[in-house]
Nanobody
Framework: QVQLVESGGGLVQAGGSLRLSCAAS????????MGWFRQAPGKERDFVAR????????YYADSVKGRFTISRDNAKNTNYLQMNSLKPEDTAVYYC?????????????????WGQGTQVTVSS
């Protein structure tokens, strides 16, 4: 069993930055990949980024590439999403997720555990 708790969301103006954190407990954190997804009102949950078990491999959605950075600190059992140059279309509830395997995926079905989500609102 894995428990995930996100933090760091909030209200920010367009062009600003936020850093989301996802603290994990339970299963050995360094053994599995992690991902971030987001869901805007009335829309499906979309992939944002994923990172492998040791941080050596990352992958981003085209919509955030070059603006967002995913990272992890296995010593702290924490995963991060640094979001820069935020746009109003980035407004959503952001979820972190723990993958079944060591690399993660862009597909939600590859993840066994999800956090409760944190709201990010970007004003124009």
């Amino acid at each position: 069993q894995v428990q995930l708790v996100e933090s760091g969301g909030g209200l920010v103006q367009a062009g600003g930055s936020l850093r989301l954190s996802c603290a994990a407990s339970g299963r050995t954190f360094s053994s599995y990949g992690m991902g971030w997804f987001r869901q805007a009102p009335g829309k499906e949950r979309d992939f944002v980024a994923r990172i492998s078990w040791n941080g050596g491999s990352t992958y981003y959605a085209d919509s955030v590439k070059g603006r967002f950075t995913i990272s992890r600190d296995n010593a702290k059992n924490t995963n991060y999403l640094q979001m820069n140059s935020l746009k109003p279309e980035d407004t959503a509830v952001y979820y972190c997720a723990a993958a079944r395997g060591p690399y993660g995926s862009r597909w939600p079905t590859a993840y066994d555990y999800w956090g409760q989500g944190t709201q990010v609102t970007v004003s124009s």
